[in-house]
């Protein structure tokens, strides 16, 4: 059975920064593509930043600078450095395994973790 189950987030002043952890079991995380998405209000689910199995990262255009990808295979655990943070960035987000060609999600998703940007 697979199992995410992220954690990191909170309520930060814009400028600030958070970094989220996002444990997987029940996939051969080592061999999968890892990606971090984000559900705004009103607003469908994106995805915002993915690594491969060799380390290499993309991102969305409204993160690019601010956010890092990174991931431990050791650990079954993928993290997102989110830095400078912006109020547009406040959503929930989730982690998962990146389909190839489509970049969509591969399993159910997990509880996400919420991220509020406010003064």
């Known amino acids: 059975q697979v199992q995410l189950v992220e954690s990191g987030g909170g309520l930060v002043q814009p400028g600030g920064s958070l970094r989220l952890s996002c444990a997987a079991s029940g996939i051969i995380f080592s061999i999968n593509a890892m990606g971090w998405y984000r559900q705004a209000p009103g607003k469908q689910r994106e995805l915002v930043a993915r690594?491969?199995?060799?380390?290499?990262?993309n991102y969305a255009d409204p993160v690019k600078g601010r956010f890092t990808i990174s991931r431990d295979n050791a650990k079954n655990t993928v993290y997102l450095q989110m830095n400078s943070l912006k109020a547009e960035d406040t959503a929930v987000y989730y982690c998962?395994?990146?389909?190839?060609?489509?970049?969509?999600?591969?399993?159910?998703w997990g509880q996400g973790t919420q991220v509020t940007v406010s003064s």
């Open positions: 998962n395994a990146v389909r190839p060609g489509d970049w969509g999600a591969f399993f159910d």
């Open positions: 690594i491969t199995s060799g380390g290499s990262t």
